[in-house]
């Protein structure tokens, strides 16, 4: 199905309304290879919706969990509200910095890693924590880390 | 609803409900320092500028946004008020750009006048702001994101004001900027250049594209025959800048100043608006009787042709092909003057002199020229004009008043109207009414269509033809407009559209500020200067005829279509 089509389509599913702009962003983020929203999908949006581009944009990139560059395929986001920050934050974006070879806001060369910063996930109490994908973890060393990725890695060879 | 008491520095003020602090303190003379707050926007309290201390308040509060309470006790002259106020105008500093001595804002700019104010010694803090590259991608505006205070008055006035919605908020937090989107240039995007961001931005963030240096350069070569044309609304205006009231009229002071500085001829835009009405008035009737587009829309301001070619091109059959007065002038230099006085059209420079920033990306139009000459060369904005004026160091208050030359000095209060929302509507009624009836029209002022309103209709019986007109001013009112013609339940004849609030004295390039208060003074002296004129009707306006006569022939002719008339394109 072209890319058109599909955007068109989950516009029409969830109402052709300014409201559900944020709704409608997320879904086509979604259904978008590399989890992220491109200028032709941000146009279609804008177009349909009677948004201005400019706030279209202005509200994909005010949410972090919206993107407009293309992403990994494992994303994470590493939570830097106090909490977290708190209990260590520093140390996880550390650590996948190290372990990854990329900043936070880079995706690896083989498009398998995403490292991004969020702010709470509401999981303070394994404070620090983080989101892969829609998986949550807490608690976490640089151990933990280096074991996730390697799981992760091997669950992609698979 | 009761009133509501309270006690503000030891006063007592009785108020409606919903006065905000900042309007009751405004009721006791009581001058609280404003940064994002600007007296036709939205209340937006993101600076904090405005703090005052309430009794039984942990917190300070921004007295722009915080509503009067029954029995409040305000403090607005505190040690913690003033300390307050002070270090949230040192954060706002360390996040800009603070070259204020060679700042094109230098001097107008409501930041520096309050850290004056405000007596801000330190700028200790670290500079946070990034220096990113300035946007000058077109021909009409400047953004200089290294300026930008983010107080968002550039954001309403391009969403809610003009409907075009160029720029917007971009990231979160400390990493918000105000940009196009997508990383583009203004260049890329449906910027229109009107230009209103600049009129109420409180700093230097964005400004227009600076033509003075070209302008001096060409007066100083020796073969070149430069001619200048001042604009309706630039007359009403300029003053301001030179401790004026708003709406003085000066416009012989002005000839004399551009005669000094070495212009060879000063002439006036307003020529070129009777003419306007002359073609325009007989388009109109064209269509009416020949079953053309109807409603024909007004042509004269480029930020409206830009608008309405980015954004309803399918309407574009709707507007009149004849230039703007500007654009009028500038060819009409080139051939029928040149002509006349024998002078190579190549060595002639037209300089405009304008209450417009979009005229700039106007006179660079592909089509707006002759034979690959353009037909105006440069263009400067009323506040770029008052910048030559303060550079040459002439006193511009102690000139004697001069006439414009002939043959384009000779105008109307017909035409003195364009500068205003409505005049163009009201000139082209006044000669319409007495070339369809030939009888002279004796009440010919149209006050209906005056005025700041956004959209403001008239009828006027023409024969036995009613004619229905309708006017608006902001981009937002013609989109209203607009949506009726393509519902098909606009049963107008001829609608003006001008792009800015107020019309051309509200235009993206006059002197800032420019409120809607002091717009009205602008529309006052613009009705002032009509009233006096000798001639107030268009078609009566002697050189007009003249050009008629010697090189024109008639309206519509074979010459107009190819000096005066034009064509436009989608650019959706």
């Known amino acids: 199905m072209d890319f058109k089509k599909k955007v068109l389509d989950i516009i029409k599913n969830k109402g052709e309304t300014s409201d559900k702009l944020l709704e409608i962003l997320l879904e086509v983020q979604n259904k978008t290879k590399g989890k992220y929203l491109s200028e032709e999908a941000l146009i279609i949006i804008s177009n349909e919706l009677k948004i201005p581009l400019s706030k279209v944009y202005g509200v994909a990139t005010f949410y972090s969990m919206i993107s407009t560059k293309k992403r990994g395929k494992y994303l994470v986001q590493i939570c830097n509200s106090s909490p977290c920050y708190l209990n260590g934050g520093k140390m996880v974006t550390k650590t996948f910095e190290k372990l990854l070879n990329i900043k936070v806001g880079e995706t690896t060369k083989d498009n398998l890693f995403t490292l991004e910063y969020t702010s709470c996930i509401g999981a303070c109490d394994i404070a620090p924590a983080i989101k892969i994908n829609d998986e949550v973890y807490g608690n976490l060393t640089p151990e933990k880390i280096k074991s996730l990725l390697n799981v992760l890695r091997k669950e992609d060879v698979k | ?572």
């Open chain 2, 1 to 572: 609803m009761t009133d509501i008491r309270l006690n503000i520095d030891g006063f007592d003020i009785t108020v409606n409900p919903g006065t905000t602090i900042l309007e009751a303190c405004k009721k006791l003379k009581i001058n609280i320092p404003t940064l994002c707050y600007h007296p036709d926007q939205d209340i937006k309290g993101s600076c904090r500028v405005c703090v005052v201390e309430v009794e039984g308040n942990k917190n300070l509060v921004a007295s722009c946004c915080t509503p009067v309470k029954e029995g409040m006790k305000v403090k607005t002259n505190t040690k913690r008020v003033r300390e307050a106020r002070r270090t949230m105008l040192e954060l706002i500093l360390s996040n800009h750009n603070g070259d204020c001595l060679t700042c094109v804002r230098n001097g107008s700019c409501e930041l520096q006048a309050l850290c004056d104010e405000l007596n801000v010694r330190n700028d200790n803090l670290d500079k946070v702001y990034s220096k990113l590259p300035i946007d000058n991608s077109n021909p009409s505006l400047v953004r200089d994101l290294s300026k930008c205070i983010k107080c968002g008055r550039c954001i309403e006035v391009c969403h809610k004001v003009q409907g075009v919605g160029a720029i917007y908020n971009v990231n979160r937090s400390c990493e918000m900027e105000i940009r196009p989107p997508l990383n583009k240039n203004l260049s890329d995007v449906q910027c229109v250049y009107c230009g209103q961001c600049i009129n109420v931005c409180p700093v230097g963030a964005i400004y227009e594209k600076d033509d003075i240096e070209k302008v001096w350069d060409v007066l100083e070569d020796e073969n070149k025959h430069v001619v200048v044309q001042v604009a309706p609304a630039v007359r009403v205006s300029l003053g301001e800048e030179f401790n004026l009231e708003p709406g003085s009229i000066i416009t012989g002071k002005i000839v004399n100043y551009l005669k000094k500085i070495g212009f060879d001829k000063v002439f006036d835009t307003n020529f070129t608006a009777d003419l306007t009405i002359i073609e325009e008035g007989n388009e109109l009737l064209y269509r009416i009787n020949n079953g053309g587009k109807l409603p024909m829309l007004t042509s004269c301001s480029p930020g409206w042709i830009r608008y309405i070619e980015h954004f309803y091109p399918e309407l574009l059959e709707h507007v009149s092909t004849c230039k703007s007065p500007q654009q009028m002038f500038g060819a009409l230099a080139k051939s029928y003057y040149a002509e006349k006085n024998n002078i190579n059209p190549e060595d002639i420079v037209v300089v405009s002199i304008m209450p417009c920033t979009a005229k700039k990306a106007e006179a660079k139009r592909e089509e707006m020229s002759n034979e690959g000459n353009s037909d105006v060369d440069i263009v400067l904005t009323t506040r770029e004009l008052a910048k030559m004026i303060k550079e040459s160091r002439i006193q511009i208050n102690d000139l004697e008043e001069e006439k414009f030359d002939d043959p384009f000095g000779i105008s109307t209060g017909a035409a003195v109207i364009f500068g205003a929302s409505g005049g163009v509507m009201e000139a082209a009624l006044r000669t319409v009414y007495e070339v369809v009836t030939k009888n002279e029209l004796k009440n010919i002022n149209l006050k209906e269509v005056r005025g700041l309103k956004g959209i403001k209709e008239a009828k006027v019986k023409v024969g036995n033809l009613n004619v229905k007109v309708a006017v608006a001013n902001g981009l937002k009112n013609a989109k209203v407009l607009l949506d009726l013609i393509k519902e098909g339940k606009a049963d107008y004849h001829f609608i003006e559209i001008m792009c800015c609030p107020g019309g051309c004295i509200g235009g993206g390039g006059q002197p800032i500020p420019g409120t809607n208060d002091i717009k009205e003074k602008r529309v006052m002296g613009i009705y002032n200067a009509d009233s006096i004129a000798k001639i107030r009707k268009s078609h009566k306006n002697p050189a007009v005829l003249e050009l008629y006569t010697e090189f024109l022939i008639k309206p519509l002719g074979e010459k107009s279509h190819k000096l005066l008339h034009t064509h436009y394109k989608d650019r959706s």
